[in-house]
Structures are given as C-alpha cells and as structure tokens.
C-alpha cells in the first residue's frame, strides 16, 4: 500500500521515487512555482469573475465574514512590539486566507476549479521554498486587496473582480519570489 501511494504522488510531481533508494519528497523549483501561480491566476480571476456574476446575501456575508476575521489578525499583529506575526498568527491568516479563496471559488460553482486550484494552494503554501515573514505591511496588504476584491464582487462587477483578484495573486506570488509586493 505505502508503495503505490508513493507511486501515486509520484506520478502527480509531488515526490521522487529512486529504485532502492526510497521515495522523496519533490521541492519545485522556482519555474515551477511560477507555473503553479500562473494556474491561479488564470483560474481564480475566472472564479472571482463568476463569483460576481452569481453573489447572493449568504454568499456575500461569509466572504465578509472571512474578510473581517482577516483583519483580525492584522489587528494582532499591529499590536506586535515588531509588528511581526508569530507562527501561531501566520498559521491562522494563512487559513482564513485560504478560506477566503476557496470560498469565491465555491461562489463560482465550478467543483473542478475549486479542485484544481485548491491543489495549487496547498503545493504552494506546503512546498513553497522562500519562506516569508508575515509582516503588518504584507498583512494590511492582503487585507486590503481581499477588500476590493469583495466590493467587486458586492457591485457584480466580473472584470473588476478578475482584475482585482489577479493583481492579488501576483503580489502574493512576489512576495513570496521575491520583489516588491507593490
């Protein structure tokens, strides 16, 4: 059983298998992962544009509801003495982080792109080889472009939602590599 589980993640890229020498986990490399954000750029801004055209109240009170937790967090880590998140806060950000995105993804109702995209995420946040600081700066960042993301939606504006939730991913994608986020 082990071995056909490694097998299996071997076939999808995620770990090397070596004849008598074991199964490794398989670190991308950098053109990788800017092939991974470039699968989320092209299937979230689709989401988040779909997501507009379809928002309802309930939808739209979760995805505020997530938005508000966010700022939470940035709350905390503006509290900081070094304004610098601890791994307890990271960790928490980065779920209701992830909880924002799969939830436009929802919102789009498209179960394939919510599973595409979901296995970009967790590649990206598990294998991702520069580690970042969580900082206030990239903290308040995100939560501000989670805000015109939302109004986007609010409004059932598609292209302004596509547009906003791509210019997200690409400062997420040089925050962590490398450049400025701005």
């Keep these: ?5 490694c097998l299996s993640l071997a076939s999808k890229g995620l770990v090397e298998y070596r004849p008598r020498r074991g199964s490794f986990v398989k670190l991308p490399d950098r053109e990788e992962m800017e ?3 470039e699968a989320r750029i092209a299937l979230e801004s689709f989401a988040a544009a779909k997501a507009a055209e379809r928002v309802d109240d309930a939808c739209l009170a979760e995805l505020e509801k997530l938005h508000e937790d966010l700022l939470g967090t940035v709350r905390e880590c503006r509290r900081q003495p070094d304004k ?3 791994q307890e806060l990271t960790d928490r950000f980065l779920k209701i982080d992830l909880d924002f995105h799969l939830h436009i993804l929802t919102m789009a109702g498209n179960p394939k792109i919510l599973a595409m995209v979901h296995d970009c995420k967790i590649l990206i946040r598990v294998f ?3 580690p970042i600081e969580h900082d206030l700066r990239l ?3 995100t939560h501000r472009q989670h805000a015109s993301i939302i109004k986007s939606i609010r409004r059932q504006d598609p292209d302004g939602a596509r547009d906003r939730m791509v210019h997200h991913i690409l400062a997420a994608q040089t925050a962590v590599l490398g450049g400025s986020e701005d």
């Design 128 to 130: 991702g080889h520069v």
């Design 1 to 5: 059983i082990y071995f056909c589980r």
């Design 139 to 141: 903290m308040a960042n």
């Design 84 to 86: 610098v998140a601890d």
């Design 35 to 37: 092939q991974f954000y």
